[in-house]
C-alpha cells in the first residue's frame, strides 16, 4: 500500500517521510526516567520531559509529582483553542510550591502538546504551575520555559473542562515519573 502512494504520490510521500522525520528528531527518547504519567478522569496522558532544554524546571516538576504535590490539582484556568493550566494547590491560580525556578527560555516551539511553565510578568517567578498548550502558540516561544510535550494521551487533554476557572474543574489525579512506577 504504501509503495503504491509513493509511486501514485511521490511529492506527497516525501512530504510525509519529512514530517515523520521531524517528528521524530522532536521526540524525547521514551526513557521512563523522562517520561511522566499524568492521569485524568479521562484517561493517562504521557509526557516527554526535555532535561537537555530546561534541566532545573524538569527536575523540580519531577521532584513535585515524587511527591505526589499534583495528586488532586484541578486545572483552574482552560481557555479552548490556547492552553490549560493547572499547578496550583489553592485552585485559584495565585498559589504554588513556594521555590520559584529562574527562566530557562529554549528553542523548543510552543505546539499543540507542549507542557510550559506559568509565571507573572517576572521571568524568573515561575513555581509549580504549568500548562499545556491546546494548539500552536507561537507568541509564547522564547518567553515561557517550556519542558515537555504530550507524547500520548492528548485526546484526553483535549477532553478538560474548559472556563477561567471552569464551573466544574477537571483535575489531575496523579502524576508520576513512569520510572517510579511498577509494570
Known sequence: MLKKIMKTFPLLAALLVVN???????????????????????????IGLRPDKAPNHVARIKKLAREGFYDGIVFHRVIDGFMAQTGDPTGTGMGGSGQNLDAEFNDLPHL???????????????????FICLTRVPHLDNQYTAWGRVIGGMEFVDMIEKGEPPLKPSKIVTMRVAADIDG
Open 112 to 130: 499543540r502538546g507542549t507542557l510550559s511553565m506559568a509565571r507573572t510578568g517576572d521571568p524568573n517567578s515561575a513555581d509549580s504551575q504549568f
Open 20 to 46: 515523520i522525520m521531524t517528528e521524530a528528531n522532536d521526540a524525547v527518547a521514551l526513557d521512563k526516567d523522562n517520561t511522566l504519567y499524568l492521569e485524568t478522569e479521562f484517561g493517562r496522558v504521557l
